[in-house]
């Protein structure tokens, strides 16, 4: 079992950057892919960025490249979000699976491990 736990999120203005993080804590000595997906009031949740186990390979939905950069240290994961939109308000969950080194995870159904979610709330 892992145990994810999300902090860093806040209520910004738009234009400025905000950094979140994801401590993973429990089983982590193996290899785990990690993601962040985003839920707005009323709409489903989706996929935002993701980097494998390695730390090498990176994906991003299209809405936030350029913007959003996904980095990784051995127990924690972040998400660094620079010039931020309204459209980016949402609470953010952090997702964990046991995965090959080279295997980024986009879907949200590949991840049995997810965290609290926090919440990011941008002002116009």
């Known amino acids: 079992q892992v145990q994810l736990v999300e902090s860093g999120g806040g209520l910004v203005q738009a234009g400025v950057s905000l950094r979140l993080s994801c401590a993973a804590s429990?089983?982590?000595?193996?290899?785990?892919?990690m993601g962040w997906f985003r839920q707005a009031p009323g709409k489903d949740r989706v996929f935002v960025a993701a980097i494998s186990s390695s730390g090498v390979y990176t994906a991003y939905a299209d809405s936030v490249k350029g913007r959003f950069t996904i980095s990784r240290g051995a127990n924690t994961m972040y998400l660094q979000m620079n010039s931020l939109k309204p459209e980016d308000t949402a609470v953010y969950y952090c997702a964990a699976s046991q995965a090959s080194p080279f295997r980024v995870l986009v879907v949200s159904n590949e991840y049995p491990y997810w965290g609290q979610g926090t919440q990011v709330t941008v002002s116009s």
């Open positions: 429990g089983r982590t000595g193996s290899a785990y892919a």
